[in-house]
């Protein structure tokens, strides 16, 4: 019997033209040789199982041909050639330098540089991971590196160029190999398979190729395992089956699952995935590459960018032309922040769960946003006493009305609530209800929150009454206005930002039935919309009148004076107060002091004029620390 040789070694390239992918490499080599333009050291990088090491032997053969093709090959017949295919070759020498990386080993290897060649021209050293020598035999190294005998020639292989030294890498022609493609290697496994007489569907072979991710030597490994597994007849379930590969199937199911907004479909295709023992994570990824395929192939110029057979892209392409881009952009999103999460996750399972729930509700009517909303910009009032509100609404209204804001140019949409609602300077008011039909520039918002149309009891209960509630029209000072807006603050402290936003941006009461606040940001308009039903509800019952509305409106830029620490604060109040200035010049800790030292010489007057300025400052450094909440020592508020 045979000794068996697997396919790694027995369809190793041995000339240049069966090298896999390296076209260019190879074309440059050849052009070398014929050229008679050799240089003294090489150095070959790249990945693994790209072709290095059997490139720097097919080199070495080539330049000691006696007789070279006219296609730069070598001839195989010479003594030369022999040698080297019976490996009696002293021509060619190779060096594993992770097992010979010291010093002594090099000083060998010097020590055989000198010896000429007996048959060819040239004795060639092959040192393989050159990365793993040590400092110390890199430096003994350098010289014959830069200055070997004419016949000698180096060819270093490495798989991490990174670790090599700067003075090495100076003195050799590097050569980068790059990752064989799916499609090459898919290639030349039909090639193979073809010479040892077994059957293969291209989408196993495919699958193969994507599994040994650009290396050659992995996928005719795996191609030897499946050929052992399905006895000959290479098919795409014994691939997926033997690799533990997740089958396409699930993925264009779950997809049609999604664009139908069936959620127990979703969920159950999952189940089955994890009973058949695939992990959560190993799911998500490979979740999200299918939504990136999807991408690609909408477009005829990305198409080469999917790596799958021909039936599978076809597949692929026909599926695409179901999903629109605003579906796979927030598809891939949703996902690629699942992946994200999930080492994190206390309930893993959980997390994949609801990001198939929230991409199944992306194109779901009722919940999603438009496909491609107009972008609007936003443009503040151009003074304070300008604002914009919308036109309410009632609560039979089903269709959303568009109401022009003539100061700031940005349309407006209502929604059906009670007639207080207020407007926001973006479109964006509120995320309880939003319509369906809405034209408003927002967020992609979470598809599991409620629509108009499908409403809690609570809310339509809400709606229901407010028809029929009791008018209250008590009338109500800015002042008072101004304590409920606080006491609101106050029960609500887990929302930092909102709480301070309350406590810097007050109202202000512009008549009876209504008054605005002038926040510095967006964001400050998205908090606040947030609870505006709870702030309105509070604000009605303290003041004990339900007439009246709030407006809101973005202060321009410049409009406010924005106070980033607590010394820019006394400055101001310093501004405000010409007449009293604090003690500039003496540290806090040194003012009573200098005001017993006053004291004791008789200057009275001065000291009192001291005390004064004291006083000045502790009601200053009170006065911040009860409007800002600063928790800096008193004596940071005094120093310039």
């Known amino acids: 019997m045979d000794n068996y040789i697997v396919s790694a070694r027995k369809y190793r390239p041995s000339t240049f033209r069966s090298v896999v992918g390296q076209k260019a490499l190879t074309q440059t080599l050849k052009n070398a040789i014929d050229s008679n333009k050799l240089a003294h050291a090489y150095l070959f990088c790249g990945p693994r199982g790209v072709g290095k090491t059997s490139c720097a032997r097919i080199f070495a053969k080539t330049i000691n041909c006696f007789h070279p093709t006219e296609s730069g090959e070598a001839c195989n017949e010479c003594e030369s050639c022999r040698a080297f295919n019976e490996q009696r070759s002293y021509n060619i020498i190779e060096l594993d330098a992770a097992s010979n990386n010291s010093v002594d080993d090099i000083r060998t290897l010097i020590d055989q540089v000198r010896i000429p060649p007996q048959i060819g021209k040239y004795k060639v050293f092959i040192i393989d991971e050159v990365h793993m020598l040590s400092a110390a035999a890199f430096n003994a190294f350098l010289k014959t590196l830069e200055e070997p005998p004419h016949h000698a020639i180096f060819i270093l292989a490495t798989t991490e160029k990174h670790k090599i030294l700067p003075t090495i890498l100076s003195r050799c022609q590097v050569y980068d190999f790059q990752r064989i493609t799916t499609t090459d290697i898919a290639e030349h496994l039909q090639y193979v398979a073809s010479q040892e007489g077994i059957t293969a569907e291209p989408e196993a072979l495919n699958i193969i190729a994507q599994k040994a991710d650009g290396g050659m030597r992995d996928a005719l490994s795996v191609f030897d395992q499946v050929v052992s597994f399905s006895g000959g007849h290479i098919t795409y379930k014994s691939v997926i089956e033997n690799l533990n590969v997740l089958d396409y199937e699930y993925y264009f199911r779950l997809v049609d699952a999604f664009l139908q907004n069936n959620v127990p479909q979703a969920l159950m295709i999952f189940k089955e995935i994890r009973d058949n023992g695939f992990e959560a994570q190993f799911f998500i990824g490979g979740l999200s590459r299918h939504f990136r395929d999807l991408l690609v192939s909408k477009d005829p110029v990305t198409l080469p960018l999917l790596e799958v057979s021909e039936s599978v892209a076809k597949r692929y392409g026909e599926q695409a032309e179901k999903c629109t881009l605003p579906f796979l952009y927030r598809a891939m999103e949703l996902s690629n922040r699942c992946d994200l999460d999930y080492r994190i996750s206390n309930n893993k399972q959980f997390l994949v769960e609801l990001t198939l729930i929230q991409i199944c509700q992306i194109t779901n009517p009722v919940t999603s946003a438009p496909e491609n909303p107009p972008l609007q910009k936003i443009t503040p009032a151009p003074n304070a006493g300008q604002t914009v509100s919308p036109t309410p609404q009632t609560p039979n209204t089903t269709t959303s009305q568009q109401t022009a804001g003539t100061t700031s140019g940005v349309t407006q949409t209502a929604e059906p609530q009670a007639a207080y609602r207020a407007a926001t300077i973006r479109p964006t008011t509120f995320k309880r209800d939003i319509p369906a039909a809405s034209t408003q520039t927002r967020k992609a918002a979470p598809p599991t929150r409620i629509s108009i149309h499908q409403k809690p009891a609570e809310f339509v209960a809400e709606e229901n009454t407010s028809t029929v509630q009791t008018v209250l029209d008590t009338p109500f000072t800015a002042?008072?206005?101004?304590?409920?807006?606080?006491?609101?603050?106050?029960?609500?402290?887990?929302?930092?930002?909102?709480?301070?936003?309350?406590?810097?941006?007050?109202?202000?009461?512009?008549?009876?039935?209504?008054?605005?606040?002038?926040?510095?940001?967006?964001?400050?308009?998205?908090?606040?919309?947030?609870?505006f039903h709870e702030l309105m509800s509070f604000l009605q019952n303290a003041l004990k009148n339900n007439q009246f509305s709030m407006q809101l409106r973005i202060n321009q830029p410049g409009e406010k004076e924005i106070i980033f620490s607590p010394k820019d604060v006394l400055m101001k109040m310093i501004e405000k107060n010409p007449d009293k200035k604090p003690v500039r010049h003496i540290r806090p800790r040194n003012r009573l002091t200098v005001y017993e030292q006053k004291i004791r010489k008789g200057k009275k007057k001065a000291a009192g004029q001291l005390m004064e300025k004291l006083k000045w400052n502790a009601i200053l450094m009170l006065h911040l620390v009860h409007d800002k909440g600063t928790h800096e020592r008193p004596h940071a508020l005094y120093r310039t």
């Open 479 to 531: 002042e008072a206005l101004t304590t409920a807006w606080l006491e609101y603050a106050k029960t609500i402290p887990t929302e930092v930002v909102l709480v301070n936003t309350m406590q810097s941006c007050r109202p202000q009461l512009v008549n009876p039935k209504n008054f605005v606040v002038s926040v510095d940001s967006q964001i400050q308009v998205d908090h606040i919309n947030e609870h």
